[in-house]
């Protein structure tokens, strides 16, 4: 058993020193910090995480590039499955798995959210077959847990622009499932068709082609199934991480919290929302502690028949908090960069209700601006520089050794896919796209 981990790790400022390099890293740059700290704890060639709490990027792999490109999301979800038993103990797995075409051997780690949310695993795939030591493997479940708890507290204060990107991801990938899945299961059911006719011959080929084809289709399935569990969240689930979360807020004082979880708690949130949404009401309650000095508090979850996520706060205190309450700690940004919105109702001596809606549905993807000239074939583009150049289609005809009747073909076309009525427009437009260009010579066509 190789002990050299201990030169790097044997003293307790020397594990404090690498926590502060990993927490001190930038979200985008955590796994390949991480990767780094615990390489001389483990020797590997590749890391790679499954994450249910970054709705970014829930699973990613660095190391070796020939290996660590052929490691998918559903290869460690399936390793995450078969190790769940030994990791849910708090001591990470070590022994081999099939990556890649091949036998490797690995080490598995696991670690839940503090506030019990999702869970988030991470694998490493050694250099070497030497056992790790125990408390080797200690200390690198601890400083995923610490990696683990940091995504959380991130995620879960987010900045607006991050949420922003969380829910541009998540939208990017839904569809891509949708039509990844569609084109592939349309692909083998059709192949399946044939492959169980009673007509063909060969009964044991058309047996194993069947289950290699209900195999995949399985695969696509639970690739599907994978990707909603890592971005969405269930209602009841994100709701009673909301209860736990408030309980230390009240735990000191003599205010009555009643809540009421959404009636549909298996309904999934996105998961943008759902972090969205618990920190508007850890917000607002925080707010009504300061400023209302209430006696009761109500917080409770529903869904709203236009598709969308209310939460509210409701407290029995002064009534005196003003419409642009949420600003603080940028939550109203948060909301708004998800299309929702909120509302504050204040009555002097009756109390507050603080009211958020978060739309459920992700947004249609914005339609990428495009070049107005990208429509236009290389000769009409060159006839189009001639004309921003102001030269009329006799001497666009020497300029490009082209007649003059091909010249008023050209631009003809040139009119019609922009859009303009005349050779003025068509200039100005190609002016505001950068032409003209250099003069440069011109070959006959």
């Known amino acids: 058993m190789d002990e050299t981990w201990q030169e790097h790790w044997g003293r307790p400022e020397d594990a404090l020193a690498r926590a502060v390099e990993v927490l001190s890293t930038p979200r985008p740059d955590l796994l390949l910090r991480l990767a780094e700290v615990v390489g001389s704890l483990v020797p590997h060639e590749v890391i790679a995480q499954l994450n249910g709490i970054c709705t970014f990027s829930p699973s990613y792999a660095s190391g070796t590039p020939e290996l660590a490109r052929r490691i998918s999301g559903l290869d460690l979800s399936r390793l995450a499955d078969r190790t769940a038993e030994a990791t849910s103990s708090g001591r990470p797995w070590q022994g081999e798995a099939e990556l ?51 995504s959380d507290h991130r995620a879960t204060d987010a900045a607006p622009t991050h949420a922003a990107a969380s829910r541009a991801s998540a939208n990017a990938r839904a ?4 039509e990844f899945t569609g084109t592939h299961s349309a692909a083998l059911t059709a192949i399946l068709a044939p492959l169980r006719s009673a ?17 995949a289709l399985l695969d696509l399935r639970q690739g599907a199934e994978l990707d909603r569990t890592l971005s969405e969240e269930p209602a009841g689930t994100a ?12 735990r000191h004082t003599r205010v009555r919290l009643d809540v009421a979880p959404p009636a549909e708690a298996d309904r999934s949130v996105p998961a943008d929302a759902a972090h969205t949404a618990r920190d508007a009401v850890r917000a607002a309650v925080l707010l009504m502690l300061e400023q209302e000095k209430p006696t009761r508090l109500h917080v409770s979850w529903s869904f709203a028949a236009d598709g969308l996520l209310r939460a509210v706060v409701r407290g029995d205190g002064l009534g005196l908090l003003t419409a642009d309450a949420l600003t603080v700690h940028r939550t109203a940004d948060r909301v708004a960069v998800l299309g929702g919105h909120y509302t504050v109702e204040a009555v002097p001596g009756w109390g507050t209700t603080v009211t958020v809606d978060l739309p459920l549905a992700l947004p249609e993807p914005a339609a990428p601006e495009t070049d107005p000239l990208d429509g236009l074939q290389p000769r009409e583009l060159e006839v189009l520089d001639q004309l921003a150049r102001g030269r009329r289609n006799r001497d666009i005809a020497a300029a490009l050794h082209i007649s003059e ?41």
Do not use: C, M, Y
């Open 100 to 150: 890649a075409g091949r036998t490797r051997p690995v080490v598995v780690v696991a670690a839940t959210a503090p506030g019990g949310g999702g869970r988030a695993v991470l694998l490493l795939v050694r250099t070497g077959t030497e056992p790790v030591a125990p408390r080797a493997l200690t200390i690198l479940q601890r400083f995923w847990e610490l990696a683990v708890a940091h």
């Open 175 to 178: 569809r891509a499932i949708a």
């Open 199 to 215: 007509d063909l011959d060969d009964a044991a080929a058309r047996r194993a082609a069947t289950e290699l084809a209900v195999t």
């Open 239 to 250: 709701f009673a991480r909301l209860a736990r979360e408030l309980g230390p807020l009240l």
């Open 405 to 445: 009747s091909t010249v008023k073909f050209h631009v003809a076309n040139i009119l019609a896919k922009l859009d303009v009525s005349s050779r003025g427009e068509a200039a100005a437009l190609a002016h505001r796209a950068g032409l003209p260009r250099p003069e440069r010579l011109h070959v006959a066509s």
